[in-house]
């Protein structure tokens, strides 16, 4: 009623997609809250490579899946369901008299004409009531615009399409098209004609439109991530002339530096020299002065033959074979010589070059920067605008050290790349530069962060975040659709927590449960198994149930999974030694896998089940110490994993899954451990003294880096681990 009541608010043209100008169908709502065709959407995403609201321009990053995930606008369904009944049985006549209808009153069920309406208005009981305007595209609508020109009172009934007019059935011009054999056709033919004709214009123009526009868009795209990647080439240039132009003037500043070492070095020499050659020079000119004053005196025999000694001492010093050396003034003459190959250089790169690269590569938004953990194999999507081959790109990972190791590029087809590769250094960032020709492409370098692995988190007693059942210990673990940690612990208090250990809320389901496993449904639905009512219970995301499965059947329902394809529930029952299927749609039992036994094929106290993507079963069959498997068609396959305490085997598996590459990881006695899907060992997770104690429900709650959650049941806390 509230979506009738809102006719009389709504234009018509509110019920019309701006996609293809028809009444929506399957309409859905984006965050902007403009409303579209969901198939209309679909061929705007595909025609144009992204999603762009026609109304409003905003972007969205959508993938088909994610279409049909939108929220439907329920309103306009309840309006377009309301006008199209409302249309469809609109009576020939006016329900008070013999006028054409153009009024619906929903609250009346009357159809009412343009006179009678003002008396509807008038009865102060009727006043308030919403009233649909029929539309005005029937007779009504054509009165004014399909009356004869020539015979007003007259409507236009044919269309003779040869000579391209319109006539009444008085206009004589008919009769010689008739007698001519025109094409003569009812008027209402050919305006349902020029009609479907126009729309088709119309809906080829709009195409066009929406393709000129979102090439506009690109090229606008294109022009700010040219100017962006210009802005940072100016700078990255500034940046290396400033710091050719720093180390120039460093290395210039040595060079005088030594400049000035050598010719200290020289000065002292020569002072040396210089000083020792005046001290001999004095005492030649001292000796010479002292015999001027003793000419013509004899008597002065002594002294002269001490002057003599003197001289003769000199002569020896500055006659002998070493005085050259000794006194001999270096001929060094420093000498500069300019760098031939910093002119080679700086005539041909110099401090660089700009180049571009072809084809538009980019580095997918969500890989520009990824977590994986030591040893784990990364894969990093490269896209191209054209279709080329893989030979042009090329990448390189470097860790701190610079020490560089290759990478796989194996080209996808439809101008996709993907890029593998293997960091083997924990706790370190790595860049991989992709390269394409000499030019890095936008997106790179990709910043890997290469994280340790083992035990990463420890969230504390859960029973301190609890009010229900506060004795009992934590037995599940799920991921919930906003990629938060949801804990079980055999109570109606559901905890959730971030990926960091963060405690973020207590959900207390609404019904008088005991929570023990819980499964995500691909719809975004919930299946736990309750071990107070012995059945297991369909939810929604707050918990409010949706349908139960399995009363008076279970005994005591544990692991569970749902098989999203043929909609088959499999729940292990721990005191029925078996697995139970329901289906998912209508609670009806299908039937059970495996009996009572320590046989192959049979069960002791299963505990958890998941499947492959073959839809294969694996079973954690506790009592019996053993993984096994079952095909899709419920038969026995093989043991996966024996029973045995070393690394390789289990005793008492309690939790069993699958992740994204096909491993499966399984919870046993004291230890975490993974193996590839056909049971062959590859490691352990945890180490010894990371405190498991009974280990029970696991789930895997990243990828991008390996990440597991373990209900660690004993010590009632979760451990957070790298894999």
């Keep these: ?159 003779c399409s040869t000579c391209k007019k319109s006539a009444c059935d008085d206009c004589k011009h008919v009769l010689r098209c008739f007698l001519n054999k025109h094409n003569v056709i009812p008027m209402i033919t050919a305006i349902d004609d020029f009609n479907h004709n126009a729309n088709e214009v119309i809906n080829t123009a709009q195409g066009i439109k929406n393709r000129l526009q979102g090439t506009l868009d690109s090229i606008t795209n294109d022009r700010a991530d040219f100017e962006y990647h210009l802005k940072l080439c100016r700078t990255a240039i500034k940046v290396k002339e ?15 530096s030594d400049l000035e070492k050598l010719y200290k070095e020289k000065k002292e020499d020569v002072d040396s020299q210089v000083k020792n050659i005046d001290t001999k020079l004095t005492k030649v000119n001292n000796v010479m002065a002292s015999i001027s004053t003793m000419m013509n005196k004899p008597q002065e025999t002594e002294t002269l033959e001490s002057h003599k000694t003197t001289i003769n001492t000199v002569r020896d010093e500055i006659l002998g074979t ?122 790179s370098p990709v910043n890997i962060k290469v994280e340790s692995l083992g035990l990463v988190h420890t969230i504390g007693n859960i029973s301190d975040y609890k009010e229900h059942r506060k004795e009992n210990k934590v037995r599940d673990i799920m991921l919930d659709t906003d990629g938060c940690i949801l804990v079980s612990s055999a109570s109606k208090d559901i905890l959730k927590f971030n990926q960091s250990g963060s405690f973020l809320a207590k959900i207390q389901v609404p019904q008088d449960v005991e929570v023990l496993n819980m ?119 093989r043991i996966l994993v024996g029973c045995g305490k070393e690394d390789g085997k289990v005793r008492g598996p309690c939790g069993v899954t699958m992740d994204m590459d096909e491993n499966i990881i399984v919870s046993s006695n004291h230890k975490l451990q993974l193996f590839d899907k056909n049971g062959v060992f590859i490691k352990r997770i945890d180490h010894e003294d990371d405190g498991l104690s009974t280990p029970g429900g696991i789930t895997v709650i990243s990828n991008r880096p390996r990440r597991v959650a373990v209900a660690n049941h004993e010590a009632n806390n979760v451990k957070i681990f790298n894999y």
């Design 242 to 256: 400033k710091t050719l132009i720093k180390k120039v003037k460093e290395k210039s500043k040595k060079l005088i």
């Design 1 to 159: 009623m509230y979506a009738v009541k809102a006719l009389q608010f709504l234009d018509k043209e509110d019920l019309k997609c701006a996609i293809c100008l028809e009444r929506m169908t399957d309409p859905k709502t984006l965050k902007c809250l403009h409303s579209y065709c969901c198939h209309c959407l679909e061929t705007l995403m595909r025609t144009q490579g992204k999603l762009r609201c026609p109304k409003c321009g905003q972007h969205y990053q959508l993938t088909k899946g994610d279409l049909k995930k939108l929220t439907s606008n329920e309103m306009i369904n309840h309006l377009l369901e309301y006008v199209k009944k409302t249309e469809s049985e609109k009576p020939a006549k006016c329900s008070n008299c013999d006028n054409q209808p153009k009024y619906n009153c929903p609250e009346c069920l009357l159809y009412l004409c343009a006179d009678c309406i003002k008396q509807h208005k008038l009865i102060p009981a009727l006043k308030d009531h919403p009233l649909y305007t029929l539309d005005e595209n029937e007779e009504g609508g054509k009165d004014e615009h399909n009356k004869c020109p020539t015979h007003c009172n007259k409507e236009l009934e044919f269309y």
């Design 322 to 443: 070493d005085f050259d050396k000794s006194f001999h003034i270096k001929n060094i003459t420093p000498t500069f010589i300019p760098s031939t190959h910093l002119d080679e250089v700086m005539n041909t790169e110099c401090i660089g070059k700009i180049t571009t690269v072809d084809g538009m590569y980019k580095v997918d938004q969500d890989d520009e920067v990824i977590s994986v953990t030591k040893g784990q194999t990364f894969a990093v999507t490269v896209s191209s605008l054209s279709e080329s081959n893989a030979c042009k790109l090329s990448a390189i990972l470097s860790n701190p050290s610079h020490e560089e190791s290759a990478t796989d590029v194996e080209y996808q087809g439809n101008g996709e790349y993907k890029i593998t590769g293997r960091c083997n250094v924990e706790g370190d960032w790595l860049t991989g530069k992709i390269i394409a020709g000499e030019a890095h492409i936008k997106g």
């Design 519 to 637: 499964h995500l449904m691909s719809d975004g639905h919930m299946v736990y198994s309750d071990f107070l009512g012995k059945c297991v219970v369909m939810c929604d995301n707050k918990f409010k149930e949706i349908i139960s499965f399995g009363k008076g059947i279970l005994k005591y329902p544990e692991g569970l999974t749902v098989n999203q394809k043929t909609g088959v529930l499999y729940v292990a029952d721990s005191k029925a030694h078996c697995v139970f299927k329901f289906n998912v749609d209508d609670g009806r039992l299908l039937g059970k896998i495996g009996s009572e036994g320590s046989e192959v094929g049979q069960m002791n106290k299963p505990v958890d089940v998941t499947l492959t993507k073959e839809g294969h079963m694996i079973i954690a069959d506790f009592a019996n110490k053993r993984i096994q498997m079952f095909d899709a068609h419920d038969k026995f396959m």
